[in-house]
């Protein structure tokens, strides 16, 4: 991924967690950790982004990541724009290229895009201005860099610093799964013990994506003894195109509920990214229990986006 650096080696824009060094992973997660505080409006807000602009560009629906990134500028005293696609020129047929074009020559310096077509966000770097820097909030199912990393600092928090021994499982949608992707680039790149990725096998992925991981298709079997779960949303349209029998069929086999979840080891982290499937990848006493980290995770997203921007932008 070329664009993701500078000349110098430097992150430049955040496009995906594949490739990048565990010292840059770990500096990133490190300076989330210690902003925590600012992300969560408890001290002062920083003025580290005083005079710069950043807008979220989202060509896909999202609750989680777009509102985290706004807090997140305007905790670090950004101006933040947020570009609603469905009232845009977007409608009268403008490219993606030509707004973010257009919005950079306002003087925007931060872009922050979701989009539904995987490697559109590289593209979109390749062609910004210098000084100009992109964060991929989720493009189709190749990366969404900043869940992963809330993904990792969740998992911190929940079983310490040193992942060499977790046994981590990633369960459901791998296959159409940005965040599965940038779960597992980050779980590699951090030294997890040990991978396990569940789901139905028309549903996991056949590239090398799954290297090193145990795949396989009993969600039982696989929850045996692990630290952490990480549930994947099950894309709706996953049914409407025939790759999954029906929501209560999907639940019977992959769901987690209280009896499944005594399979893991004692005081497993149980992660999703949401939003959730009540009763379909999750059931309510699980999501809402002791064992959810689920809007830890949220939490953190705000802390891990001032992060990222605060890299990239000063
Ligand atoms: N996790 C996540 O990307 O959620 P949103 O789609 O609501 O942003």
Not at 221 to 230: K, N, R, T, Y
Not at 280 to 293: H, L, N
Request: hydrophobic share 40%; proline share 3%.
């Amino acid at each position: 991924m070329t664009a993701q650096f500078d000349s110098k080696g430097n992150l430049r824009h955040l496009l995906t967690l594949e490739g990048l060094s565990r010292e840059a992973l770990l500096q990133l997660l490190g300076r989330a950790g210690q902003i925590r505080d600012a992300a969560m409006g408890r001290v002062k807000r920083r003025g580290t982004l005083a005079r710069v602009a950043v807008c979220t560009l989202f060509f896909e629906p999202s609750t989680r990541t777009r509102s985290s990134f706004q807090l997140a500028a305007q905790r670090l005293g950004a101006d933040i724009l947020n570009f609603d696609a469905s009232t845009s020129s977007i409608r009268k047929g403008e490219t993606a290229l030509d707004t973010m074009r257009n919005i950079e020559a306002m003087g925007v310096r931060g872009f922050v895009v979701r989009h539904p077509d995987d490697q559109i966000v590289e593209r979109l770097a390749e062609a910004a201005g210098e000084g100009t820097a992109l964060v991929n909030a989720g493009d189709g199912r190749n990366a969404h860099p900043t869940q992963g990393l809330l993904d990792m600092m969740t998992l911190r928090q929940a079983k310490g610093a040193d992942f060499s021994q977790l046994k981590v499982l990633i369960v459901g949608d791998v296959k159409h799964s940005r965040v599965a992707r940038s779960d597992l680039h980050a779980l590699r790149i951090l030294g997890v013990g040990q991978i396990r990725v569940c789901g139905p096998a028309n549903l996991l992925p056949e590239d090398d994506v799954l290297q090193g991981c145990q795949v396989g298709q009993d969600f039982d079997e696989m929850l045996e003894g692990v630290d952490a779960l990480i549930l994947l949303r099950l894309q709706r349209e996953r049914m409407e195109e025939g790759l999954v029998r029906s929501l209560d069929d999907y639940h019977a086999r992959y769901g987690l509920n209280a009896d499944r979840l005594r399979r893991a080891a004692p005081n497993a982290a149980v992660l999703h990214p949401g939003p959730i499937n009540r009763g379909v990848e999750i059931t309510d006493d699980v999501a809402d229990g002791p064992q959810s980290w689920i809007l830890r995770q949220v939490a953190n997203g705000v802390a891990v986006r001032m992060a990222v921007l605060e890299t990239l932008l000063t």
